[in-house]
């Protein structure tokens, strides 16, 4: 009787171990995430980052590159002390001082944890970055950010959502005040920009998209996001009478989208786009679509499809053989499909300082577990 009560204790002990978190596991599937995420791989280990932040730019890859531009011995280091916003007369220790009004390269971070509600529209100055590791920082309740004719911008580790559309208006700009058109509320939008990084934000609940890249904006990496609870999310191309936007090369890599997001991610018009390496928590409508003839590689991807649409992609248009939506080493789950169209396999050309393994898509749920604004405290490592 008694070996009969010791065995039926053990196993009760071992179902409710197997019930419990397991620290050492957690800690292990973080490690192995780091070790192929090569862009966190290349400063996260680092727990002196802070004194060492513009170590961060040169671990970009994708069509981005590395962004060297915006380092050296010449940045100025500038800390965001006030959450306040004016549009038409920036304060200094605000955001838009620092994004708008200091001139020449710049490394933006901010003194503590705040939420920043824009006046009006933020326009990021070229050799900008925006550095939010270190504190919980929200952009939030009515405008958010453009990048316009703009270039070598870096954005990191913030958290942008309920963004809401604005009407015309005036705005201090880097080369003093223009007029604005009405905006759509997106979280960030990219017009005729080259050359920006977009890494480790959270965004969500904004009124028209979360991302929106348009108007012959090129050379933009997304990567270690976090995109959820969003119809429209991402954006490549403006509208399907932009032939500009044919020369648009985006990376995007490392995200995580969803859940209870719709469709876009992305939609791409004319351009092309390299989707690598994401997590797809299931859509409504589709996952990635587009129209105008757009090339895309979707590589080594995890699409884990819904109860109802199983389709990963979406074209609207007449399709031939110049479209290119070729799918190579993607992993599909709860009955996920991709219909590939057009010949040949949409290769990204990437140069040397662009190019970047991509890892098997049996692992991308390891690989984007820290997608979003990280939380980095003072005595560990992001």
Same mark, same amino acid.
């Given at each position: ?21 397991? @620290? ?39 069509? =981005? ?55 009006? @529209? ?8 925006? !550095? ?78 979360? #991302? ?22 991402? #954006? #490549?191309?403006?509208? !399907?009478?932009?032939?500009? !936007?044919? /020369? ?6 490392? *995200? ?9 991610? @992305? ?9 690598? /390496? ?14 105008? *003839? ?13 109860? #109802? ?20 080493? !993607? %992993?599909?789950?709860?009955? =996920? ?24 898509? %049996? ?15 003072? %005595?560990?490592?992001?």
């Amino acid at each position: 009787m008694a070996s009969q009560y010791c065995f039926a204790l053990v196993s009760v002990i071992i179902l409710l171990c197997s019930l419990c978190p397991n @620290p050492s596991l957690a800690k292990e599937t973080k490690l192995h995430g780091l070790k192929m995420n090569v862009i966190d791989g290349c400063w996260r280990w680092n727990p002196n980052w802070r004194s060492n932040r513009q170590q961060l730019a040169m671990c970009s890859v994708g069509f =981005a590159g590395k962004m060297s531009n915006n380092i050296g011995k010449d940045v100025i280091n500038y800390e965001v002390t006030d959450p306040s916003d004016n549009a038409l007369n920036p304060q200094p220790g605000t955001l838009r001082y620092g994004a708008t009004m200091i001139k020449g390269k710049k490394w933006i971070t901010f003194q503590r944890d705040m939420k920043i509600k824009l006046e009006k @529209p933020l326009l990021i100055s070229s050799f900008t970055a925006i !550095d939010g590791r270190g504190a919980n920082v929200h952009i939030a309740g009515n405008a958010c950010l453009r990048v316009f004719k703009e270039t070598n911008v870096i954005i990191h580790g913030l958290r942008i959502h309920h963004c809401r559309s604005q009407p015309p208006t005036t705005v201090m700009g880097p080369n003093g005040i223009i007029s604005l058109g009405g905006v759509d509320g997106d979280a960030i939008r990219l017009v005729t920009s080259s050359k920006v990084w977009i890494d480790h934000n959270t965004l969500y609940q904004s009124e028209d998209g979360l #991302l929106d890249v348009t108007r012959g904006s090129t050379d933009v990496t997304i990567s270690n996001n976090w995109f959820r609870d969003q119809d429209k999310v991402m #954006l #490549l191309g403006h509208d !399907d009478g932009f032939f500009r !936007d044919k /020369n648009m090369k985006v990376t995007v890599v490392y *995200n995580h989208f969803g859940p209870h997001c719709n469709q876009r991610m @992305p939609r791409i018009r004319h351009g092309y786009a390299h989707v690598v /390496n994401n997590l797809y928590n299931g859509w409504s409508q589709y996952a990635i679509g587009g129209s105008m *003839n757009p090339s895309v590689k979707s590589e080594a991807n995890l699409f884990i499809a819904p109860k #109802l649409n199983k389709e990963v992609t979406w074209r609207k248009g007449s399709v031939g053989n110049s479209w290119k939506f070729y799918s190579k080493g !993607d %992993k599909f789950e709860n009955g =996920a499909s991709f219909i590939q169209t057009g010949l040949g396999g949409a290769k990204p050309q990437y140069n040397s300082e662009q190019n970047f393994r991509v890892v098997d898509a %049996k692992s991308v749920r390891s690989l984007t577990r820290a997608s979003g604004a990280l939380t980095c405290t003072e %005595k560990s490592r992001c």
